[in-house]
């Protein structure tokens, strides 16, 4: 699992991107073309802001969606208690759950996301 310093590209349409998180399985691939960009994640969260929503929903799922090895891709809301998730289908389309209360799960890499711990403040 990586924060957003790791860059991710996806490689057939050469978007490149800093993923909130980004979780990778087996080894990382890197690009030829740069060392300090992986282009194998498993699974690509995202934290949506007023300025970057609509582009993290549209625009970038689309580029996302051709990375062969994504099978989860996550947006989580700041507006309110809202996780998201998009899982790919052996059939290649994707099917979305949305969790505002217990836990979203990520079945591809056995891991459950409690929504309560993601909308925890650590100040508080």
Not at 46 to 75: G, N, Q, W
Not at 76 to 97: H, K, M, N, Y
Request: charged share 25%.
């Amino acid at each position: 699992m990586f924060t957003s310093d790791l860059r991710v590209r996806v490689v057939e349409t050469g978007l490149a991107t800093h993923p909130a998180v980004s979780v990778f399985c087996g080894n990382l691939e890197r690009d030829p073309a740069d060392k300090n960009t992986a282009t194998n994640p498993r699974v690509i969260v995202e934290v949506l802001s007023a300025s970057t929503e609509r582009y993290d929903r549209d625009e970038k799922f689309s580029h996302y969606r051709r990375i062969p090895s994504l099978a989860s891709y996550v947006l989580i809301s700041q507006e309110e208690q809202r996780l998201e998730v998009f899982s790919r289908s052996a059939d290649g389309s994707w099917t979305l759950r949305e969790t505002r209360e217990g836990a979203a799960v990520l079945d591809d890499i056995g891991c459950t996301l409690s929504v309560e711990a993601v909308y925890r403040n650590p100040l508080s």
